[in-house]
């Protein structure tokens, strides 16, 4: 497992959303990651999970009511031990007391602290749709952010916001706390498969499942960077532009350099070498069909070229002197893996770059943390 968080503590305030039933699980994602989980409920929280299923999860004793001891300056105030303090779930009615200064309970105490003292505070709203759309609720989310602090976005479904997936939570608070190497710098990745229409029903395509171009904008995301994605999906965090064919990659890519600037560019992609010609209708079945196939023009060799942004391309173990050719024309790093890490949660890697080379086995999380690491 990759500890992003080891050595670190998150100050997880917990407020009276019904969502507040997902804070065990946040927790030991939280600890899976290596964190130290500091608790600290409302009362209104403490009637919808039980404070002693929150310890459970954080191996501490949760913080019900400000004491003697004042915790919210031993954890939030300067010098205090939290590295972040994330709120989550936040309500509407917490958001209106932090945005204005209110503490009347042990959360918005520790918010008051955190925020005075200028350490990373996140907060992941939950709410109906209709709330949000209250013109003070607005306010305060805007305000808060003026603020500099984090608003994690809910994502909705069926027509509802809800909380925030609590993999994107926990992806929000690695990038408060690993210190924003890449804050300012923008990185464009092509992920995935790409699927060439053989027929109306039929496509060619790969085995790729756009694991690698996931772990790699997770990372990007977690480092401080600004993410775009071109691949025929959606994640978290970044922008997703749509391209299902290699012909939609390479005019999607195209689009976006021509209209800003990128600082890198990498393609774990399994772009399309070849499109088949279309047949049109479908191809009979039980009769045999030649299937002619056309090249398509190296999208890399186009960006290397005409837009000159840090670039890391992938190739096959077996291309290893069309690697060491990238690496010649100006290709920062090249990454061999084999036909078997294909569409697969691990593999073998080698990272190529002209200083040498370096072997690497293991999760592709793992990998892409690597890579960025040699980036930097």
């Known amino acids: 497992m990759n500890e992003t968080l080891?050595?670190?503590?998150?100050?997880?305030?917990?407020?009276?959303?019904?969502a507040a039933v997902e804070v065990v699980r946040l927790a030991h994602m939280l600890r899976r990651r290596g964190a130290t989980v500091q608790a600290v409920m409302s009362s209104s929280a403490s009637g919808i999970v039980s404070p002693d299923a929150v310890s459970y999860a954080t191996g501490r004793e949760v913080i019900t009511r400000c004491t003697g001891l004042v915790e919210h300056v031993r954890y939030c105030g300067e010098g205090g031990e939290g590295d972040a303090l994330l709120i989550a779930p936040c309500t509407a009615n917490t958001l209106g007391k932090i945005a204005h200064g209110i503490d009347d309970t042990p959360v918005t105490t520790f918010a008051t602290t955190a925020i005075g003292r200028g350490m990373p505070v996140l907060v992941a709203p939950a709410m109906h749709e209709s709330m949000y759309r209250h013109p003070q609720v607005s306010a305060n989310l805007e305000r808060l952010r003026s603020w500099g602090i984090q608003v994690i976005p809910p994502r909705r479904e069926e027509e509802r916001a809800k909380i925030a997936d609590l993999e994107t939570i926990v992806l929000f608070t690695e990038r408060a706390v690993l210190g924003k190497p890449l804050e300012g710098k923008k990185v464009l990745i092509t992920s995935g498969p790409c699927a060439e229409p053989v027929d109306d029903i039929r496509i060619l395509t790969t085995r790729s499942s756009g694991q690698m171009g996931r772990e790699l904008a997770q990372e990007a995301f977690r480092l401080g960077a600004e993410v775009t994605m071109v691949h025929a999906q959606s994640i978290?965090?970044?922008?997703?532009?749509?391209?299902?064919?290699?012909?939609?990659?390479?005019?999607?890519?195209?689009?976006?350099?021509?209209?800003?600037?990128?600082?890198?560019?990498?393609?774990?992609?399994?772009?399309?070498?070849?499109?088949?010609?279309?047949?049109?209708?479908?191809?009979?079945?039980?009769?045999a069909f030649n299937l002619h196939l056309d090249p398509l023009p190296k999208l890399l060799a186009e960006v290397v070229t005409q837009y000159h942004p840090i670039v890391v391309a992938f190739k096959l173990s077996g291309e290893r002197e069309q690697a060491d050719e990238m690496l010649s024309?100006?290709?920062?790093?090249?990454?061999?893996?084999?036909?078997?890490?294909?569409?697969?949660?691990?593999?073998?890697?080698?990272?190529?770059?002209?200083?040498?080379?370096?072997?690497?086995?293991?999760?592709?999380?793992?990998?892409?943390?690597r890579i960025w690491q040699g980036l930097r």
């Open 6 to 18: 080891a050595g670190r503590m998150v100050v997880l305030g917990v407020t009276g959303s019904i």
């Open 236 to 287: 978290a965090c970044v922008r997703n532009v749509y391209a299902s064919s290699a012909r939609e990659m390479r005019d999607a890519v195209h689009e976006l350099f021509r209209s800003e600037f990128f600082d890198y560019y990498l393609s774990p992609a399994a772009i399309s070498d070849f499109a088949p010609a279309r047949a049109q209708g479908k191809i009979p079945s039980g009769t």
């Open 329 to 369: 024309q100006g290709v920062r790093m090249v990454v061999l893996d084999t036909p078997e890490a294909m569409g697969a949660p691990s593999g073998r890697f080698t990272l190529l770059t002209q200083q040498g080379e370096e072997g690497i086995e293991g999760s592709k999380e793992e990998v892409a943390r």
